[in-house]
């Protein structure tokens, strides 16, 4: 990777880190102070999950007003009726939206229905019982995966044009590119899926590749993201590789799944192998895309944990030791999580050509 796209990363990322922190961090004289933890604790739970705008930066001005700069998402519900409206009204669960006839507020992540007071009913185990409409929003996390798309389509469709006036030779950004995509097909899919069938998958092995990558890299910018550590995203990425490893499975590959110990043996004496490893086997079907999708969910949340965790203590130490110390050991977090970024998505790829290599696996048979 360029020198210069590693600066600014690494600096985006602190940037971030340090102007997205919790308001009162800065706030000398705030009305309702909190316990310094528990704002650090509440700051790195909504890095975590998604939101309905895009917020750099807060700060609490002088009337005790919290001010926030960010970019605000389209909010679309379905509540009798299809209801839209900006995410501005939510002022981030701090005040009660007013759409027709509706109110709504925003409370812990989720938009619930309510009244002009803004009311919030919780249970004995307090969870909110207002209804909670249905929820179509054009989210963080929504417009990180088509800005993500839109930009692959753009720069392989590009590289493409390139490649066709150059007669094959890369040129600009390409010369950065070929090199990975060479290495996805001869180290990746060729050796795990064989020389026959590995045309068939480099599709999907090449954008899920760096979907995954340039993902991971997003969320070291100041936009704050962290799509690829929602379980649901990863989630619908392990389901494809699902789909295709079983679509696509030839008859060998299912009759290895339930006659695992073929002819070696008489029918009458596979019997009690097989009450164990036919269900063994099948299980193995559900195991395989399982860890596929907590294996990045869980490495991209951990990563973002500890890094968030790493700029609170500075806040918490405030003295001139510990404040760099906690900078220090931040900065080399985000070096590893640019490794981890790209490292991550060559696992699940390496993999998923793995699970599709048992699918396409053909024997003689005489």
Do not use: C
């Amino acid at each position: 990777m360029p020198s210069a796209l590693n600066k600014f990363i690494l600096f985006s990322v602190l940037l971030a880190a340090l102007f997205s922190a919790p308001h009162n961090l800065y706030a000398k004289d705030s009305e309702t102070p909190k316990d310094l933890k528990t704002e650090i604790k509440e700051y790195i739970s909504h890095h975590l999950e998604d939101a309905y705008d895009f917020r750099l930066f807060s700060y609490t001005n002088d009337q005790g007003k919290h001010v926030y700069i960010g970019i605000p998402l389209p909010v679309i519900l379905w509540d009798e009726g299809l209801q839209t409206f900006s995410s501005t009204k939510l002022h981030h669960g701090e005040e009660v939206a007013h759409v027709g006839s509706n109110y709504y507020k925003l409370e812990h992540g989720k938009i619930y229905k309510t009244d002009e007071v803004g009311t919030i009913n919780y249970d004995e185990s307090h969870h909110a019982t207002n209804i909670a409409p249905l929820d179509l929003s054009i989210t963080k996390g929504v417009v990180s995966m088509l800005l993500i798309a839109f930009l692959m389509f753009w720069l392989f469709t590009s590289l493409a044009k390139t490649y066709a006036a150059n007669g094959g030779v890369p040129a600009g950004v390409g010369r950065f590119f070929e090199p990975i995509v060479l290495y996805i097909r001869d180290d990746i899919a060729r050796p795990n899926i064989g020389e026959k069938k590995y045309m068939k998958y480099m599709n999907f092995l090449l954008t899920v590749f760096f979907f995954v990558w340039f993902l991971n890299l997003l969320g070291l910018t100041p936009l704050g993201v962290n799509v690829t550590g929602n379980i649901a995203v990863t989630f619908g990425l392990a389901l494809l590789t699902f789909l295709i490893t079983n679509f696509t499975g030839t008859k060998d590959y299912w009759l290895h799944l339930f006659d695992p110990l073929g002819s070696s043996m008489k029918w009458y004496a596979k019997i009690p192998l097989y009450i164990i490893l036919i269900p063994i086997e099948v299980l193995g079907i559900f195991i395989k895309p399982f860890s596929l999708l907590i294996r990045l969910y869980a490495n991209m949340q951990a990563g973002h944990i500890v890094l968030m965790s790493l700029i609170g203590l500075m806040f918490i130490f405030k003295s001139w030791l510990g404040s760099p110390l906690s900078f220090g050991l931040a900065f080399a977090i985000s070096l590893i999580e640019l490794l981890v970024a790209l490292l991550q998505a060559y696992i699940f790829t390496m993999l998923s050509a793995l699970y599709f290599g048992f699918a396409a696996e053909e024997h003689e048979h005489h």
